[in-house]
């Protein structure tokens, strides 16, 4: 861009709305192998922001900051709504905003007096401003709530540990659909149901709806594969469609019911149940009566085993913010179909002036950025934008989506209550930061660092003689574990020995370090705020570069990643410790290893000891979690999956035909054009994939 052009405003492009009802349909991702989790990708309506033109300096003079660089805009600026951005001298964003008129919201920036203390200081460090004007203000707060989610801005309010949350999804393009528990980018055909607040209140689902639906949920290979219904069918928790005991007509009807379900009609569900138990009844049919009794029975445990169960509230998400010592909790509760399907705590960085309001409005604009909403939206403060931002989801879900203060009756009870689990998630949250403040301050003291590390990075592998071997990488800062930010790393070298662990920390340390590099330069781990500069912003978040790297190791593993940071120029930047297990591997006896120092331990219950345990058994729990996730897909996965042009149907003709892939292979060529649908052509693919080594 040139920053000595004119500026000239652009619209953003017109929002493209999600799919009603809590069902999402496909997208695309794609997949980053070192990522524990895949992002959700960015909503249709924003997916062009990375690409849009910013109008920037419109010919400022060399040397202007604060009030006075605003003030130049301001002559340049048209009277429309729109998104500003305002940057200090290195480039950082400070502040994201949305304007009804961009020409009045930076003018009052630029008159410089009736400003809080933190407006103040943004003005101060603002060097540079950028601009994009939108046709209507819903617009703006739509690319506002997107653009602050992706730059994080010190000066705004942010939402921070926005893990993606998990969903039940039935399955599309297949014979026969199957309901499994998904998290992640939503790339997979087929329809979603959410979001649940935990991957246990999915599962506590699946197996209820399993015994009211009976579908089943087996992967694709596996349902292909039967010559005999499995043992779900055996217990009435699968209808086996797989061997055909259900007939492809009755089995969608099974689909259509869990789908109608799901949607919100439980009601109209559960009547149809209870209309046919009773003519089956009628008809002395008892057996097939007592089939939709256990049904019925089925859906009302899913409904009846919950917290909080509102009689009024079909579809709604319930927020309700706790504000007290400086720190906000925002309690988010979620109910559809008359069911409560979890609860979250959210702690957003917020400035401590800000009214909870406001920080609820924020918050609320950025959550709802890549998620459904549903119907209504229950709130225990009320906000200035809310009428906006209740017309912007509406335009985006092209339904209408309602957020409202109860001020009495069930609702109003309801709020109540989550606002006392907002409370009491505050009060804990409080006391655990405080413990966590006084570990790290003691971590710092041990080791003799600069200052107590705001982002640790701990390292373990995980193998069985060699194979499946992944590394994995945990994080832990001031407020705990930052799952968000942990990462594994698939062992790809050829070079390294089976089973070679020095080897494989080697090639984890090189392509973690190697890429943060690349992302973030080679300046290290950024130093803490200054308490003595008044001006200093607290910085927000984890930050990319890690004040300490611990490694489950001894000597060895330490050569490795030494080697390899000398290499990268980063030795000097980068404080790692080798975490070796003591005498007969007994937690208490660890030994510590540090560049420079001969290797020591620490007392038996010294604390900081204690907290290093947690750290090395929870990247010892993530790298064995992610090293049997990994088995298990190899396990599961069939050798004629890898045949170019055999495709389900063909496979499932082999396998009733032959029994076991194992059979195949050994198979003649003569053998295998005797079975329906195989030609010569194929027969021979088949026989030549499985000899090639042989010939």
């Keep these: 861009?040139?920053?000595?052009?004119?500026?000239?405003?652009?619209?953003?492009?017109?929002?493209?709305?999600?799919?009603d009802g809590g069902v999402i349909y496909e997208e695309t991702d794609q997949d980053d192998d070192e990522q524990a989790e895949v992002e959700a990708p960015l909503p249709a309506d924003v997916a062009n922001v990375a690409g849009m033109e910013w109008n920037e300096s419109p010919g400022l003079a060399e040397g202007l900051k604060g009030a006075e660089v605003i003030q130049a805009f301001v002559k340049h600026l048209p009277?429309?709504?729109?998104?500003?951005?305002?940057?200090?001298?290195?480039?950082?964003?400070?502040?994201?905003?949305?304007?009804?008129?961009?020409?009045?919201?930076?003018?009052?920036?630029?008159?410089g007096r009736g400003h809080s203390n933190r407006i103040t200081r943004m003005i101060a460090q603002t060097t540079n401003m950028e601009f994009v004007t939108t046709r209507t203000e819903t617009e703006a707060l739509l690319l506002e709530a997107n653009l602050i989610k992706r730059l994080k801005p010190r000066f705004n309010v942010l939402m921070r540990d926005d893990k993606s949350f998990p969903y039940i999804l039935i399955t599309g393009n297949h014979e026969a659909p199957?309901?499994?528990?998904?998290?992640?980018?939503?790339?997979?055909?087929?329809?979603?149901?959410?979001?649940?607040?935990?991957?246990?209140?999915?599962?506590?689902?699946?197996?209820?709806?399993?015994?009211?639906?009976?579908?089943?949920?087996?992967?694709?290979?596996?349902?292909?594969?039967?010559?005999?219904?499995?043992?779900?069918?055996?217990?009435?928790?699968?209808?086996?469609?797989?061997?055909?005991?259900?007939?492809?007509?009755?089995?969608?009807?099974?689909?259509?019911e869990a789908k109608a379900f799901l949607s919100g009609r439980s009601q109209a569900v559960k009547s149809q149940l209870s209309t046919a138990m009773q003519s089956a009844s009628d008809d002395l049919d008892f057996e097939r009566a007592a089939i939709y009794r256990d049904r019925l029975s089925a859906l009302s445990h899913v409904q009846s085993h919950q917290g909080i169960n509102p009689q009024t509230v079909e579809e709604a998400d319930v927020f309700a913010i706790h504000h007290d010592a400086g720190?906000?909790?925002?309690?988010?509760?979620?109910?559809?179909?008359?069911?409560?399907?979890?609860?979250?705590?959210?702690?957003?960085?917020?400035?401590?002036?800000?009214?909870?309001?406001?920080?609820?409005?924020?918050?609320?604009?950025?959550?709802?950025?890549?998620?459904?909403?549903?119907?209504?939206?229950?709130?225990?403060?009320?906000?200035?934008?809310?009428?906006?931002?209740?017309?912007?989801?509406?335009?985006?879900?092209?339904?209408k989506t309602t957020i409202t203060v109860p001020q009495r009756g069930e609702k109003r009870e309801l709020v109540d209550q989550v606002l006392n689990n907002a409370r009491e998630a505050h009060g804990r949250n409080l006391a655990e930061t405080a413990s966590q403040t006084r570990l790290l301050k003691g971590l710092a003291e041990t080791f003799n660092l600069p200052h107590p590390p705001r982002r640790i990075e701990v390292y373990d592998n995980s193998h069985i003689m060699g194979t499946n071997a992944v590394g994995g990488m945990i994080v832990a800062g001031p407020e705990g574990f930052a799952?968000?930010?942990?990462?594994?790393?698939?062992?790809?070298?050829?070079?390294?020995?089976?089973?070679?662990?020095?080897?494989?920390?080697?090639?984890?340390?090189?392509?973690?370090?190697?890429?943060?590099?690349?992302?973030?330069?080679?300046?290290?781990?950024?130093?803490?705020?200054?308490?003595?500069?008044?001006?200093?912003?607290?910085?927000?978040?984890?930050?990319?570069?890690?004040d300490l790297v611990l490694i489950d190791g001894g000597k060895g593993?330490?050569?490795?990643?030494?080697?390899?940071?000398?290499?990268?120029?980063?030795?000097?930047?980068?404080?790692?410790?080798?975490?070796?297990?003591?005498?007969?591997?007994?937690?208490?006896?660890?030994?510590?290893?540090?560049?420079?120092?001969?290797?020591?331990?620490?007392?038996?219950?010294?604390?900081?000891?204690?907290?290093?345990?947690?750290?090395?058994?929870?990247?010892?729990?993530?790298?064995?979690?992610?090293?049997?996730?990994?088995?298990?897909?190899?396990?599961?996965?069939?050798?004629?999956?890898?045949?170019?042009?055999?495709?389900?149907?063909?496979?499932?003709?082999?396998?009733?035909?032959?029994g076991t892939a194992k059979a195949v292979s050994r198979a003649g060529i003569d053998d295998l054009v005797a079975v329906d649908g195989i030609s010569r052509t194929v027969a021979e693919l088949v026989y030549n994939h499985f000899h090639e080594e042989n010939r």
């Excluded at 861009?1 to 799919?19: D, E, F, H, V």
């Excluded at 480039?91 to 919201?105: H, M, N, Q």
């Excluded at 979890?342 to 924020?362: H, Q, V, W």
């Design 1 to 19: 861009m040139n920053r000595t052009s004119n500026p000239k405003p652009l619209k953003s492009s017109k929002p493209a709305a999600p799919t």
């Design 79 to 111: 009277n429309q709504p729109g998104v500003y951005r305002m940057m200090n001298e290195a480039g950082d964003v400070l502040y994201v905003g949305k304007a009804r008129s961009l020409k009045k919201r930076v003018t009052n920036y630029a008159q």
């Design 178 to 256: 199957a309901i499994l528990k998904h998290r992640g980018a939503r790339s997979r055909n087929g329809s979603y149901f959410g979001p649940f607040a935990s991957a246990g209140a999915v599962g506590r689902t699946i197996n209820a709806l399993q015994r009211a639906f009976l579908l089943r949920t087996c992967t694709d290979s596996v349902y292909e594969s039967r010559t005999r219904p499995c043992l779900l069918y055996q217990i009435k928790r699968c209808s086996g469609p797989c061997t055909g005991e259900i007939s492809a007509e009755g089995y969608a009807e099974l689909v259509g």
């Design 327 to 399: 720190m906000a909790c925002i309690q988010v509760f979620f109910f559809r179909t008359g069911q409560n399907w979890g609860n979250r705590a959210y702690f957003p960085k917020a400035d401590p002036s800000l009214a909870p309001g406001e920080i609820l409005g924020a918050f609320i604009g950025q959550f709802y950025d890549d998620k459904p909403t549903p119907r209504m939206i229950l709130i225990s403060e009320d906000f200035e934008d809310r009428a906006l931002l209740e017309e912007a989801l509406s335009v985006r879900m092209e339904r």
């Design 483 to 546: 799952k968000n930010q942990y990462r594994k790393f698939n062992i790809k070298s050829t070079d390294i020995t089976p089973g070679d662990d020095f080897g494989m920390m080697r090639e984890v340390m090189q392509r973690r370090f190697s890429r943060l590099i690349k992302e973030h330069g080679d300046a290290g781990p950024s130093q803490q705020d200054s308490a003595d500069d008044p001006d200093a912003v607290p910085q927000t978040g984890m930050p990319a570069w890690p």
């Design 557 to 658: 593993q330490m050569s490795a990643v030494r080697t390899i940071l000398e290499e990268l120029g980063i030795a000097d930047k980068v404080t790692a410790i080798g975490v070796a297990k003591g005498m007969d591997r007994e937690a208490g006896r660890e030994r510590f290893f540090v560049q420079g120092k001969p290797d020591f331990t620490l007392p038996p219950r010294d604390p900081v000891l204690y907290f290093i345990q947690r750290l090395r058994d929870e990247a010892h729990r993530f790298a064995i979690g992610t090293h049997r996730a990994k088995r298990k897909k190899d396990m599961i996965a069939n050798p004629l999956d890898e045949i170019a042009g055999i495709g389900p149907t063909r496979k499932r003709a082999l396998l009733h035909h032959f």
